[in-house]
């Protein structure tokens, strides 16, 4: 039984096409997060990809007449879910959301100017938004799980496909749809969609030239451990100890800038000028596209209150931090269930 289905889906169905919102709200919602999670992986934005799944419930309930239930339910919602995307991603200037490692070599400077909002960057996904729907069977065409595909190295590396692709690639590799239901969703031949996903494909090769990223366990205890001073050396001020954390090449992007950071000499030196700013630092730990992840709350010299800073997203390889991304967007708090302000 996969994510939403139940046994007493046809009694809801036909009571929601007769016009009974509460049959509809029982039939619709069991199948949020996974549509949710669905919209995220085409759009890179939760807050995208809420709006689509408004949308595509809104469609639902307007089309409920049509579904003739030649497929099954779930697959129809997705079906309306993925035009809804590709409609979304037509009427964008770019398809793609991106990383600043994406766009520029490193810096060995502070930012020069301010953040770039007219770039479309890639956003965190909360991991209680995520909850059950990782648990989801995989179906025989998988070649993804659920967790892997929500990784933000997988996310980025989707985005650079165009639209068509990335549906085919994720109803095939994600979610496990035949060829022919990819054909018949995206009204072209099973031909046209075996091709859309081999480029697919191939393009994510070059993408990871080495193997794909495996998927993150939780943290063991070493990690923990890890984690656990990196906590401690943020909210002491620790340069030092921070520094001490990571890997000899890791790298550190802060979007909406378009600036990034590869190794420790260079973040160093960014967060020795960075942090002369702040009186004090405030980590909430948190989790994001399956990975460790922590809330940063700073006070600014002569402030009276931690102020929403960042959602901060770690890749750990080993014992040390690989890569730390630090969302710079105070707004996205609300989406992870935090407060905007604390006292200090």
Known sequence: MTSGDTPDEPMLLDRAKRGDPDAF?????????????????????????????????????????????RSSFRN??????TN????????????SRVLPEALSQPWDRMPAGGPATEIAWLEPYPDA??????DTAPGPETRYEMRESMQLAFIAAIQTLPPRQ?????????????????GILLETSVASANSAL?????????????????IQPKPDNRQRILLERYIKAWEASNLDGFVALLKEEAVYSMPPWREWYLGRGQI????????????????VSTGANGQPAFALYACARGG?????????????????????????????????????????
């Open 84 to 95: 809804a995307c590709l409609n979304a991603l037509a009427g964008r200037k770019t398809a």
């Open 129 to 134: 938004a995520f909850e059950n729907v990782a």
């Open 304 to 344: 009276d209150e931690w102020k929403a800073h960042s959602i901060q997203v770690l890749t750990l390889d080993d014992d040390a931090i690989a890569s730390l991304t630090g969302f710079r967007y105070p707004k996205l708090f609300a989406a992870f269930g935090l407060p905007a302000t604390m006292p200090a």
């Open 268 to 283: 160093r030196s960014f967060f020795g000028e960075a942090w002369g700013h702040y009186r004090s630092f405030r980590m």
């Open 25 to 69: 709200q029982r039939l619709a919602e069991p199948y949020r997060r996974e549509l949710l999670s669905h919209c995220y992986r085409m759009m890179g934005s939760l807050q995208e990809a809420e709006d689509l799944v408004q949308e595509t419930f809104l469609r639902l309930w307007r089309g409920l007449d049509g579904f003739e239930e």
């Open 166 to 182: 990335r549906a085919v690639l994720l109803l095939r590799d994600v979610l496990g749809w035949s060829a022919a239901d990819i």
């Open 198 to 214: 081999q480029r697919g494909r191939a393009t994510l090769e070059k993408q990871f030239p080495n193997g794909r990223p495996g």
């Open 76 to 81: 129809w919602l997705h079906r309306i879910a």
